[in-house]
């Protein structure tokens, strides 16, 4: 089983951006579907983006379509998200999380679907 470590969250002003990469740990990453989730303080933790095992396929929630890009590196054990044209309410801790898929192109969008988790990293986007 990996175990998630996420880094590159800070602090940016709105219209800058980021880049969050989540390391795993152990030889069986590329096995894994994986994804982006964030929670701020008043919200219930929900689905930002996700990315099938091999890389082909990604999803998105639409309020970060044509600003977030999700990618892998499976010889790195690496995912990132990619955040440009930032906004106050991109705000929230930001978590990866990991799933074994059903097949090669799922990409999974609920949070019940996954199992390994990271603890986060902050994310504040100053207006």
């Known amino acids: 089983q990996v175990q998630l470590v996420e880094s590159g969250g800070g602090l940016v002003q709105a219209g800058g951006s980021l880049r969050l990469s989540c390391a795993a740990s152990?030889?069986?990453?590329?096995?894994?579907?994986m994804g982006w989730f964030r929670q701020d303080s008043e919200k219930e933790r929900e689905f930002v983006a996700a990315?099938?095992?091999?890389?082909?396929?990604?999803y998105y929630t639409d309020s970060v379509k044509g600003r977030f890009a999700i990618s892998r590196d499976n010889a790195k054990n690496t995912v990132y998200l990619q955040m440009n044209s930032l906004k106050p309410e991109d705000t929230a801790v930001y978590y990866c999380?990991?799933?074994?898929?059903?097949?090669?192109?799922?990409?999974?969008?609920?949070?019940?679907?996954?199992?390994?988790w990271g603890r986060g990293t902050q994310v504040t986007v100053s207006s």
């Open positions: 152990g030889r069986t990453f590329s096995t894994y579907a």
């Open positions: 990315v099938s095992r091999s890389g082909f396929r990604t």
């Open positions: 999380a990991a799933t074994p898929p059903l097949n090669g192109l799922e990409v999974a969008t609920s949070q019940s679907r996954y199992d390994i």
